[in-house]
């Protein structure tokens, strides 16, 4: 069990509302960082007195996720940030993922910030966490922080779910570049493949 506090670093459309909410479940007290970079939170000096970790997603998934998210009508996303972008993105895009590609790749989309690549997040310097987990294996990686920090592991309810087809079903041709061309860094550091 590491004797440190905990820095969980939440990059939007990884779990990171299910990580945190378990978190706060279960734990009294935790540094809670979102979408920017961990020395935003925490001085370089103090970085050693915690178990910082992550989660990362696989690029392609992760921007169909983001998508269908800030599209529905009923998202939780307004609420929080109340703004109207949800009902742009259903009125313009009307679920149409390859058509909210082509905006994208010109940068034409509002909440163009939670569209951030992972490695610019987690401060280019990968070094300052002491885990990164991967949505791919979520529970099992979860467990494994909860081991490293002695903490009870739960099993995580998965909020903020969005619906639709799996992501591969969603691409054409240009939009798959556009994510590979936009994240290669993302694709490089953690190994992801379409």
């Not at 000096?45 to 983001?66: A, C, G, I, Q």
Request: aromatic share 20%; hydrophobic share 35%.
């Amino acid at each position: 069990m590491i004797e440190k506090n905990i820095c969980f670093l939440h990059i939007p459309k990884c779990a990171g509302r299910s990580i945190e909410m378990t978190l706060r479940d279960n734990i009294d007290d935790f540094v809670y960082a979102q979408s920017k970079p961990i020395l935003h939170y925490i001085k370089k000096e103090d970085l050693e007195k915690y178990f910082k970790f992550t989660f990362v997603r696989n690029p392609w998934d992760r921007m169909v996720s983001l998508f269908y998210f800030i599209s529905n009508r009923n998202g939780t996303i307004s609420r929080f940030l109340n703004l109207p972008a949800d009902r742009y993105y259903h009125s313009k895009y009307n679920g149409d993922f390859n058509l909210f590609m082509k905006d994208f790749a010109k940068g034409f989309v509002p909440y163009q910030h939670l569209f951030k690549p992972q490695y610019y997040i987690t401060t280019k310097n990968l070094d300052l966490f002491d885990f990164i987990g991967r949505f791919e294996n979520l529970q099992e990686d979860y467990n494994h922080v909860c081991s490293l920090c002695g903490i009870q592991r739960h099993d995580l309810f998965h909020y903020n779910k969005s619906k639709h087809l799996m992501y591969k079903e969603l691409y054409n041709d240009f939009s798959k570049k556009i994510v590979e061309r936009i994240y290669k860094k993302d694709i490089e550091l953690f190994d992801y493949d379409f």
